[in-house]
């Protein structure tokens, strides 16, 4: 028997603190895990640590706002939904709204159940969208775990979901793209970095999560001047199993991110 899906996960991003409490006992009510925070700057450190399959995202915080959180997270490449609110309901507070990334928008006060059905249909899409997006391998087989190549969520043996960031989803996502071949710190680098450098930091973190021996990595390879690769099996279910790992592999000897 398969193991039982998660639910969605949501990040409600709304410096109000009773509608941060409300809306999320509500949403947990009825299913859904949620996680909250009170800034732009909360939630980014949020999904640093958290993977999200959605946000909430109120407009008018103190700080960065939410038009200009959600044109970040596009910039990155992010592609989760995004649910905007706002007291602002006229016709050019949602065009703004919509233009600067969301997938719908709702103007305060609003009716928790409408919000629900407008995440639960967003969420829906989303998922219809990956499903067409026509990628060929679209589950490897990652060492123990399984990786599904257009999300780069894991799983263990058991069908666990593995814990991991939106950054971190993003790199395997990339490098499952190119399953035995070297993606360079530039192709993998977030766009807001300031060095591609950063990647060797994001992808020493993976290797503590995923390698048995980080210090000595056979998931996720070190290609000398070339960067990094996935070393992984064929797609699940495609057939007996092959070596995904081609000439590349055979310079990929560096055991530490640093070493290249």
């Known amino acids: ?82 649910l905007m609110l706002s007291a602002l309901g006229e016709t050019p507070d949602r065009i703004a709204g919509l233009s600067a990334g969301s997938d719908d928008y709702m103007a305060k006060p609003f009716e928790p159940e409408e919000l629900l059905l407008r995440l639960k249909a967003m969420l829906r899409r989303h998922a219809a969208a990956i499903s067409a997006s026509g990628e060929q391998a679209t589950t490897l087989q990652l060492g123990p775990y399984v ?70 990595p056979r998931l996720i390879r070190t290609v000398r001047g070339k960067g990094y690769l996935l070393a992984t099996t064929t797609p699940v279910g495609n057939g007996p199993a092959r070596n995904l790992l081609n000439q590349h592999a055979e310079g990929a000897s560096s055991p530490t991110a640093s070493q290249e």
């Open 147 to 216: 990786l599904d190549a257009r999300t780069g969520e894991l799983r263990d043996a058991h069908g666990r979901l593995l814990p991991l960031t939106v950054r971190e989803r993003e790199i395997l996502r990339l490098l499952a793209q190119r399953p035995g071949e070297p993606l360079s710190r530039e192709e993998l680098r977030a766009p807001t970095a300031a060095t591609p450098r950063a990647v060797d930091v994001e992808i020493t973190r993976l290797r503590r999560k995923l390698e048995a021996d980080p210090a000595n």
């Open 1 to 82: 028997m398969p193991p039982p899906e998660e639910p969605p996960h949501v990040l409600i991003i709304d410096d109000d603190t009773r509608i941060r409490e409300l809306l999320g006992d509500y949403l947990r009510r009825h299913g859904l895990r949620v996680s909250t925070a009170a800034s732009a700057a909360e939630a980014r450190a949020r999904m640093q640590a958290l993977a999200f399959d959605a946000l909430v995202l109120d407009v008018m915080m103190p700080g960065e706002d939410g038009l200009s959180l959600a044109r970040s997270l596009r910039q990155q490449q992010v592609q989760m939904p995004i």
